[in-house]
């Protein structure tokens, strides 16, 4: 059975400072992996999607890089934003349709 | 283009009743799935359609059922609600689950008193 776990559960940082979130992953058998934003009480956002043949994506100050051998994903953003602040998900799929999520990682950018 | 559109947002009902959501998905996308979101469980698949079929279902009980609709439209329904399944209830649809990114609508928050 697949699990996701993603450290740090939360996390507090300053306006302007690089940042990295981790994520895990047990079974390497997977199609692709997501990162997604949550704003409270919203939908999620997809930010960006990686297939398991890739190895990295990026758009804009975000880069997603994943090591599937590992069974590791980290979310780098750039220049952090009061905007930026939000729960990012991982979510990997296996089993072919089904996407198994991690419980998230609370993100504070602070001006 | 239109996102996934959820209908209703909100619903309140009370134990032993039943509840029937909606989920349209982003013209021309052909997957459909749902997910149960809790503060404990965090995110959790329920099932996934596909061309009016189910492909995959999760580990939860059989008061919990879907179906999808020929335009791709698709509803989940569950039966004889419980306490614990307040939760919010998302859907997300793609062109095909395997390849593609999924975009979720906003939700129904479902209260169960």
């Known amino acids: 059975k697949q699990e996701v776990t993603q450290i740090p559960a939360a996390l507090s940082v300053p306006e302007g400072e690089n940042l990295v979130l981790n994520c895990s992953f047990t079974d390497s058998a997977i199609y692709n992996l997501q990162w997604f934003r949550q704003d409270p009480g919203k939908g999620l956002t997809s930010l960006l999607l990686?297939?398991?043949?890739?190895r990295e994506q990026t758009s804009g100050r975000l880069n997603a890089s994943l090591d599937k051998s590992s069974g590791r994903s980290t979310l780098y953003i750039a220049a952090s934003q009061p905007g930026d602040s939000a729960t990012y998900l991982c979510?990997?799929?296996?089993?072919?349709?089904?996407?198994?999520f991690g419980k998230g990682t609370m993100l504070l950018v602070s001006p | 283009k239109a996102g996934v559109t959820q209908t209703p947002r909100y619903l309140i009902k009370t134990r032993g009743q039943q509840v029937t959501l909606s989920c349209s998905p982003i013209s021309g996308h052909r997957s459909v799935s749902w997910y149960q979101q809790t503060p404990g469980q965090g995110l959790q698949f329920l099932f996934e359609?596909?061309?009016?079929?189910?492909?995959n279902k999760g580990n939860f009980p059989g008061r919990f059922s879907g179906r999808q609709f020929s335009n791709s439209r698709s509803e989940m329904n569950v039966s004889t609600l419980e306490l614990g399944d307040s939760a919010l209830y998302l859907c997300a649809s793609s062109w095909d689950i395997s390849t593609d990114t999924q975009y979720f609508g906003p939700g129904t928050r479902l209260t169960v008193l």
């Open positions: 990686i297939q398991s043949s890739q």
């Open positions: 979510a990997v799929l296996s089993g072919y349709s089904t996407l198994t």
């Open positions: 359609y596909f061309s009016e079929t189910q492909r």
